[in-house]
């Protein structure tokens, strides 16, 4: 099974900030990976797929880029309603899907 | 609006089974494979099963291999996993959730989600 590294597990930003999250693949998955956000008490929702196109109705502030084992996610200028928990997931090799520790972006 | 509702979760002794289902509504069922994601309390997310949008290909993660069963009913608009032999490492909040590309077997991201139904697994 493919295995995706989140770094780091958890942050501390402001508001403004710029935050970036990588994830790495334990091999390549060309463009084949997902970003979600999850809120406490909430489902996963869709920001990113194929590694960088923005899900329809996400805020532009939210992208992401890369290919093969190296990605990231990048949130521009971090709102108050962007403090949550970040997983990726790979769809290049299945069965099993799989998912990424998550990184927990917190209020500085 | 692209609706899924889970059901029939609840607390369960080791060893005995329990049934899942996820109700869609607001897309055309029947042209999308359909996944279950599990999330322990406190834990990340783990990819359970997947089905295909005609049960064609079925796949699991090895953790529940041999155990859980998922099967769909399109003309119910509805996703199912028969859950036996419980754990008490199977006790968390079970997704369902759909795929975003049409007609793919497994290959898939997440783009709707259920609330999830909490399973809860203890003597």
């Known amino acids: 099974a493919i295995q995706l590294t989140q770094s780091p597990s958890s942050l501390s930003a402001s508001v403004g900030d710029r935050v970036t999250i990588t994830c790495r693949a334990s091999q390549g998955i060309s463009s084949a990976l997902a970003w979600y956000q999850q809120k406490p008490g909430k489902a996963p929702k869709l920001l990113i797929y194929?590694?960088?196109s923005l899900e329809s109705g996400v805020p532009s502030r939210f992208s992401g880029s890369g290919s093969g084992t190296d990605f990231t996610l990048t949130i521009s200028s971090l709102q108050p309603e962007d403090f949550a928990t970040y997983y990726c997931q790979q769809f290049n090799s299945y069965p099993p899907l799989t998912f990424g520790g998550g990184t927990k972006v917190e209020i500085k | 609006e692209v609706q899924l509702v889970e059901s029939g979760g609840g607390l369960v002794q080791p060893g005995r089974s329990l049934r899942l289902s996820c109700a869609a509504s607001?897309?055309?069922?029947?042209?999308?494979?359909m996944h279950w994601v599990r999330q322990a309390p406190g834990k990340g997310l783990e990819w359970v099963s997947g089905?295909?949008?005609?049960?064609?290909?079925?796949g699991y993660a090895d953790s529940v291999k041999g155990r859980f069963t998922i099967s769909r009913d399109n003309a119910k608009n509805s996703l199912y996993l028969q859950m036996n032999s419980l754990r008490a490492e199977d006790t968390a909040l079970y997704y369902c959730?759909?795929?975003?590309?049409?007609?793919?077997?497994?290959?898939?991201?997440?783009?709707?989600w259920g609330q999830g139904t909490l399973v809860t697994v203890s003597s």
């Open positions: 959730a759909k795929a975003g590309s049409i007609a793919v077997a497994g290959t898939s991201f997440f783009d709707y």
């Open positions: 607001g897309f055309t069922f029947d042209d999308y494979a």
């Open positions: 089905i295909s949008w005609n049960s064609g290909s079925i």
């Open positions: 194929d590694a960088s």
